[in-house]
């Protein structure tokens, strides 16, 4: 009996595990954040390191007086070009939500800034799916036995496993 509580258990755990994404929230640039870097290839380097999923936030740390962070076309963004961007976020930090898969392009609209290498792209992919089918079913009560009696828990680990047990299937008495 307490082996098929802590099996349910530990299934009702799994579940609830896996049916929770949570979204990443990834500085740009990490320590260092969103500048003129000290290498053209940093933030390229910087994002290799890094699984960007729907859901996510990157969040641009910067002198707002010096610089901003704008999303631009791949075009754009291959010729620096500032001069139609999607949004300018001026203030920082500045965060922005990563709402569909696909690819994004980011760079400073500072003069010069972009062909020093500020400037991010990054390829964002759909979160992993949960179970493709339901769990398997909760494991059946007990038999009941003529008689039988059930024992109160003994500690608290008993008592936090009842209520676990009791949250998790149905249990007939």
Not at 46 to 73: I, P
Request: hydrophobic fraction near 35%; proline fraction near 9%.
């Amino acid at each position: 009996m307490a082996d098929a509580k802590i099996t349910a258990c530990l299934l009702g755990v799994v579940v609830a595990f896996l049916s929770c994404a949570e979204a990443t929230n990834y500085t740009v640039g990490g320590s260092e954040g969103w500048k003129i870097p000290s290498s053209t290839g940093a933030y390229s380097d910087w994002a290799s390191q890094h699984t960007f999923e729907v859901g996510d936030v990157l969040v641009f740390d910067f002198d707002s007086s010096n610089n901003d962070v704008a999303d631009v076309t791949k075009e754009d963004y291959d010729a620096c070009n500032t001069d139609s961007p999607f949004t300018v976020l001026s203030t920082s930090p500045a965060n922005y939500s990563l709402d569909t898969a696909g690819d994004y392009y980011f760079l400073c609209t500072t003069a010069g800034h972009c062909s020093q290498g500020q400037k991010l792209a990054i390829t964002v992919t759909e979160p992993p799916s949960g179970p493709t089918s339901s769990p398997p079913g909760s494991p059946p009560p007990p038999s009941p036995t003529t008689g039988a009696t059930t024992s109160p828990p003994k500690d608290i680990a008993d008592e936090f496993i009842a209520f676990l047990w009791n949250k998790t299937v149905v249990f007939v008495r």
